[in-house]
């Protein structure tokens, strides 16, 4: 039983050092800003190569938030994957086979990042990771980045500062192959700028306090393609410009949840009563809210990266003493948000 236990000590020792020994001599590793692991750029689906790992959510069952990914490999990829799951502030669940989908279920209130690593044909580590975000509205406590009107590498963003802070300094920084600081931008809170090439890049605020002295930041994980929209996190995975599938498949590898061929509609009317107009759940069917502020009424955005709706919301006759609540669609792009 000793020499057992030494020699399976010993292979464990091996393999550590053989990984981490790849993984410092990978050039083309960075970090995502809401967390610890390490990112690979990935480019669109629509422009495979084939030296990448491409993760998609392929089925997903809005009734019970039962999601189903996929991990597209180089044929002469060692085909054990490691699946992960987290979120920002934390690592949820992991799962090494040979499965090419990983079924879950994510059903709390974050940004979700599903990750897929493998040991490709030159015994390098290839990684691709896809986000799900399900964020009934942001932290309030860190910056939000909201991005809008892509196209292939362009985009525009916004950045809005934690709640509170108003005496502050802004700055912007690309994640992905390289850290690219922006400098340019520094104190502005709308850019209009790209990236240098197409695949994930984390579009990073960071936000210096001057009051309190504290620095937050955030980087919101947008994938960008070689042509049409960028991929902004959504709630159904759903890629611009492609069809969506609400359904989860048959896998053996699920994860708290079970699995259901069959959506059905909550018909059920909710009869809460709500003395404050900000406490008021809101949800975003067909993207995520990215903004959700308190501007002497109430302030909704969402967005699928193309599209836009920014709905507005006042208490009445008045803030401190309401009978009811008065609300308006004053922007909207496209037809598919509401």
């Known amino acids: 039983m000793k020499k057992t236990a030494c020699k399976?000590?010993?292979?464990?020792?091996?393999?550590?050092?053989?990984?981490?020994?790849?993984?410092?001599?990978?050039?083309?590793?960075?970090a995502h800003t809401e967390g610890s692991e390490d990112m690979f750029v990935e480019n669109s689906v629509h422009d495979v190569s084939s030296e990448l790992v491409v993760v998609r959510a392929?089925?997903?069952?809005?009734?019970?938030?039962?999601?189903?990914?996929?991990?597209?490999?180089?044929?002469?990829?060692?085909?054990?994957?490691?699946?992960?799951?987290?979120?920002?502030?934390s690592s949820l669940n992991s799962f090494t086979g040979t499965s090419p989908n990983w079924t879950v279920q994510l059903s709390e209130n974050d940004l979700y990042h599903i990750g897929c690593e493998v040991f490709l044909a030159n015994g390098s580590l290839g990684r691709g990771d896809f986000h799900i975000d399900r964020r009934i509205q942001p932290d309030a406590s860190i910056p939000n980045v909201l991005v809008t009107e892509t196209s292939v590498i362009n985009f525009k963003a916004t950045c809005y500062p934690p709640e509170g802070v108003s005496n502050y300094n802004l700055y912007w920084t690309l994640l992905g192959k390289t850290t690219i600081p922006l400098p340019q931008f520094n104190n502005q809170q709308v850019i209009t700028t790209s990236v240098p090439d197409v695949?994930?890049?984390?579009?990073?605020?960071?936000?210096?306090?001057?009051?309190?002295?504290?620095?937050?930041?955030?980087?919101?994980p947008v994938e960008f393609f070689s042509s049409?929209?960028?991929?902004?996190?959504?709630?159904?995975?759903?890629?611009?410009?492609?069809?969506?599938?609400?359904?989860?498949?048959?896998?053996?590898?699920?994860?708290?949840?079970?699995?259901?061929?069959?959506?059905?509609?909550?018909?059920?009317?909710?009869?809460?009563?709500?003395?404050?107009?900000?406490?008021?759940?809101?949800?975003?069917?067909?993207?995520?809210?990215?903004?959700?502020?308190?501007?002497?009424?109430?302030?909704?955005?969402?967005?699928?990266?193309?599209n836009v709706l920014v709905i507005n919301a006042w208490d009445k006759p008045t803030s401190t003493n309401p009978t009811h609540f008065e609300m308006y669609k004053t922007t909207q792009t496209g037809t598919g948000l509401k």
Request: negative net charge; proline residues 4%.
């Open 8 to 30: 399976k000590n010993y292979l464990t020792s091996v393999w550590v050092i053989i990984l981490a020994l790849v993984i410092i001599n990978l050039h083309s590793v960075t």
């Open 58 to 89: 392929i089925a997903y069952n809005n009734s019970t938030n039962v999601y189903t990914f996929s991990c597209v490999l180089p044929s002469d990829a060692n085909p054990n994957r490691h699946w992960n799951l987290r979120t920002h502030s």
């Open 199 to 220: 695949g994930l890049w984390d579009v990073d605020c960071g936000i210096w306090d001057n009051s309190g002295q504290h620095w937050t930041q955030f980087g919101l």
């Open 228 to 306: 049409g929209p960028a991929y902004i996190p959504n709630s159904n995975g759903c890629l611009p410009n492609e069809t969506c599938i609400d359904s989860p498949l048959n896998e053996t590898n699920s994860t708290n949840s079970t699995n259901s061929t069959n959506s059905t509609v909550n018909n059920t009317i909710n009869t809460t009563i709500y003395t404050n107009l900000q406490n008021i759940p809101a949800t975003c069917t067909g993207g995520s809210i990215t903004s959700d502020v308190n501007n002497g009424g109430r302030a909704i955005t969402c967005t699928d990266g193309v």
